[in-house]
């Protein structure tokens, strides 16, 4: 019985084949870090609703990486509202094919 590795893309949604692969990763980390904020500060789905601007169900939504109703540009203004500035970098790309990333500083 032979092990077939494959490694990896770094973007599991790639690696899945789903469309928008790139656009899916960026919402994740965006989100996991909104999360990860909201839950440090241990903030309250109805408290994180009022910060946000946006009804409970919306919170509970992006508690559950239901990301499909939020664009990259509203999860980089929650991490504006949760004290965070959000910077996009552009440069040359360094490999084959040009990519996205998201990169969370603590």
Known sequence: MANDITEGTGN????????????????TRLAM???????????????????????????????NY???QFSVEKLM???NLL??????????RREAVGHTSVLALS
Do not use: M, W, Y
């Open 12 to 27: 599991v949604f790639a690696d899945l084949g789903l469309p928008d692969a790139a656009d899916r990763q960026t919402k």
């Open 33 to 63: 870090q909104v999360n990860a904020l909201l839950k440090a500060r241990r903030i309250k789905q109805t408290d994180a609703a009022a910060i946000l601007h946006v009804p409970q169900s919306k919170v509970s939504a992006l508690a």
């Open 66 to 68: 239901r990301l499909d």
């Open 77 to 79: 203004s929650f991490l």
């Open 83 to 92: 004290d965070c500035d959000v910077e996009i970098v552009i440069r040359p």
